[in-house]
């Protein structure tokens, strides 16, 4: 990457790992903390840990595409302005539904797709997957960050005084988006970064993208469940709420590490299937470790430990999967509905895991994890193994229709080259790729060159 890319990866990848830490410090906090509120239920727990989801889902896309009409920064610069207004909401508040008006507000601020669309327009297309991965990799670390620096923060703070440092956060995002994340030479709607609603019926006809849409639904689902007991959990076992990133710390760097080889197994050893089945496997057996050994600290641990291996897992493989199964010109509008499953099941999650604590206590929600695991694995069974080609994206020029036909079955010709779709407007070729035996140079010389 040029200068200009690796600044604007990293500006943006800091503008993301703020927002979410600012969702996600409550998560080892909250349910400890709102059992003190007046009138609170385990359901409006659930509630107010999940609702950013639902209202997430409803703003995500249409943000994205306001932005391709306002620009990208002004969405951006309203987006995080109404996430630091729902987190002083939810510091304000003396109830539990001021926190869930608050959290609702917090979801409402929906720039992921926008940021996605600046980042687009910040990078050429052959070094546009390497920004792209850099921002995914700031929303992994800021979720592994949060677990441990809530139970800290929260010692010393208390949970309204997260929520004002969620509201400063907010406030570093603008101050970042305005002064260092650089302004693009031009705005253009990119479809492997953004939603094109036409292409929605395709996308949601695809059984394969559906099984992945409904993995990463479940996978949220579960975590967000997860975390209206296991703090609970823990307590009981006598470990005080401001020791608990003494397990979070050790268990979340065991798991990363420990998930490493399976990642490497399924891409380089084509096992992604596999690995990725195993992984549904091993979340159903850890939320089945929790069931059984809650009232255990080392089962805890242990159960946590197994849980964060395969939910890194899947959550990694997961993208990897929606990027070489769906067509390279449909991928932006696969990510969208990708990523609205991801909210809908964290929604989904602080309800249903709300209503099985009600209920059936801690192991109820350990037992909702158990079921929809093997709800998952059976969905995913019947999937196809990936083709292992890699999305490419090769700047052509303005085209006229019969040029882009021609040119399409010239780059069909090239070595390595399996799929091709040349944009004519757009000047832009979206092509599959055999890593194996690519042709780089001969692709390139179809190339117009950029700055």
Same mark, same amino acid.
């Given at each position: 990457?040029?200068?200009?890319?690796?600044?604007?990866?990293? @500006?943006?990848?800091?503008?993301?790992?703020?927002?979410?830490?600012?969702?996600?410090?409550?998560?080892?906090?909250?349910?400890?903390?709102?059992?003190?509120?007046?009138?609170?239920?385990?359901?409006?727990?659930?509630?107010?840990?999940?609702?950013?989801?639902?209202? #997430?889902?409803?703003? #995500?896309?249409?943000? /994205?595409?306001?932005?391709?009409?306002?620009?990208?920064?002004?969405?951006?610069?309203?987006?995080?302005?109404?996430? *630091?207004?729902? @987190?002083?909401?939810?510091? @304000?508040?003396?109830?539990?539904?001021?926190?869930?008006?608050?959290?609702?507000? #917090? /979801?409402?601020?929906?720039?992921?797709?926008?940021?996605?669309?600046? *980042?687009?327009?910040?990078?050429?297309?052959?070094?546009?997957?390497?920004?792209?991965?850099?921002?995914?990799? @700031?929303?992994?670390?800021?979720?592994?960050?949060?677990?441990?620096?809530?139970?800290?923060? $929260?010692?010393?703070?208390?949970?309204?005084?997260?929520?004002?440092?969620?509201?400063?956060?907010?406030l570093l995002g603008i101050a970042l988006t305005l002064f260092v994340v650089p302004n693009p030479h031009k705005m253009q709607f990119h479809r492997d970064a953004e939603v094109e609603p036409a292409q929605f019926g395709k996308v949601l006809k695809d059984r394969q993208l559906l099984r992945l849409d409904f993995g990463i639904f479940a996978l949220h689902l579960t975590l967000t469940a997860l975390f209206l007991a296991y703090p609970l959990a823990l307590r009981d076992q006598g470990l005080a709420s401001d020791h608990h990133w003494q397990v979070y710390l050790p268990v979340m760097l065991v798991a990363m590490f420990t998930m490493v080889p399976f990642v490497i197994m399924a891409e380089s050893k084509h096992q992604m299937k596999s690995v990725f089945l195993g992984g549904i496997a091993a979340l159903g057996c850890a939320s089945l470790g929790l069931y059984h050994y809650y009232t255990s600290l080392v089962g805890l641990i242990v159960s946590l430990w197994l849980f964060f291996v395969a939910f890194n897992l899947l959550e990694a493989t997961l993208p990897s999967l929606i990027a070489k199964i769906a067509p390279s010109e449909r991928k932006g509008t696969a990510m969208g509905v990708y990523s609205t499953s991801q909210f809908l099941g964290a929604f989904t999650g602080g309800v249903l895991g709300g209503w099985m604590h009600t209920h059936f206590g801690n192991q109820g929600v350990f037992l909702l994890g158990v079921v929809v695991a093997l709800i998952w694995l059976l969905v995913a069974w019947g999937m196809a193994a990936p083709s292992y080609l890699s $999305?490419?994206?090769?700047?052509?020029?303005?085209?006229? *229709?019969?040029?882009?036909?021609?040119?399409?079955?010239?780059?069909?010709?090239?070595?390595?080259?399996? #799929?091709?779709?040349?944009?004519?407007?757009?000047g832009v070729a979206y092509l599959k790729v055999d890593l194996t035996n690519f042709d780089e140079a001969a692709l390139n010389a179809y190339a117009v060159q950029q700055g």
């Amino acid at each position: 990457m040029n200068a200009i890319e690796r600044r604007s990866a990293f @500006s943006l990848a800091g503008i993301f790992a703020l927002r979410m830490l600012g969702l996600f410090l409550i998560l080892p906090v909250f349910a400890l903390y709102a059992e003190g509120l007046p009138g609170v239920t385990p359901m409006l727990v659930g509630l107010a840990i999940g609702v950013y989801g639902l209202t #997430q889902a409803i703003f #995500q896309i249409p943000f /994205g595409m306001l932005s391709d009409r306002f620009g990208r920064k002004p969405l951006i610069v309203i987006g995080l302005l109404i996430f *630091a207004v729902g @987190s002083v909401v939810a510091a @304000s508040a003396h109830d539990i539904y001021g926190i869930i008006i608050g959290r609702a507000l #917090q /979801g409402s601020g929906a720039i992921a797709a926008v940021v996605m669309a600046l *980042a687009a327009d910040l990078s050429r297309e052959q070094r546009r997957l390497r920004m792209m991965a850099i921002i995914g990799m @700031s929303i992994g670390a800021a979720f592994a960050v949060s677990l441990i620096l809530g139970p800290l923060i $929260n010692r010393w703070i208390g949970v309204p005084g997260i929520f004002w440092l969620t509201a400063l956060l907010a406030l570093l995002g603008i101050a970042l988006t305005l002064f260092v994340v650089p302004n693009p030479h031009k705005m253009q709607f990119h479809r492997d970064a953004e939603v094109e609603p036409a292409q929605f019926g395709k996308v949601l006809k695809d059984r394969q993208l559906l099984r992945l849409d409904f993995g990463i639904f479940a996978l949220h689902l579960t975590l967000t469940a997860l975390f209206l007991a296991y703090p609970l959990a823990l307590r009981d076992q006598g470990l005080a709420s401001d020791h608990h990133w003494q397990v979070y710390l050790p268990v979340m760097l065991v798991a990363m590490f420990t998930m490493v080889p399976f990642v490497i197994m399924a891409e380089s050893k084509h096992q992604m299937k596999s690995v990725f089945l195993g992984g549904i496997a091993a979340l159903g057996c850890a939320s089945l470790g929790l069931y059984h050994y809650y009232t255990s600290l080392v089962g805890l641990i242990v159960s946590l430990w197994l849980f964060f291996v395969a939910f890194n897992l899947l959550e990694a493989t997961l993208p990897s999967l929606i990027a070489k199964i769906a067509p390279s010109e449909r991928k932006g509008t696969a990510m969208g509905v990708y990523s609205t499953s991801q909210f809908l099941g964290a929604f989904t999650g602080g309800v249903l895991g709300g209503w099985m604590h009600t209920h059936f206590g801690n192991q109820g929600v350990f037992l909702l994890g158990v079921v929809v695991a093997l709800i998952w694995l059976l969905v995913a069974w019947g999937m196809a193994a990936p083709s292992y080609l890699s $999305n490419y994206l090769l700047p052509v020029g303005s085209l006229e *229709a019969d040029h882009a036909a021609l040119l399409t079955k010239k780059l069909l010709e090239v070595d390595g080259v399996a #799929q091709a779709v040349v944009i004519a407007e757009e000047g832009v070729a979206y092509l599959k790729v055999d890593l194996t035996n690519f042709d780089e140079a001969a692709l390139n010389a179809y190339a117009v060159q950029q700055g």
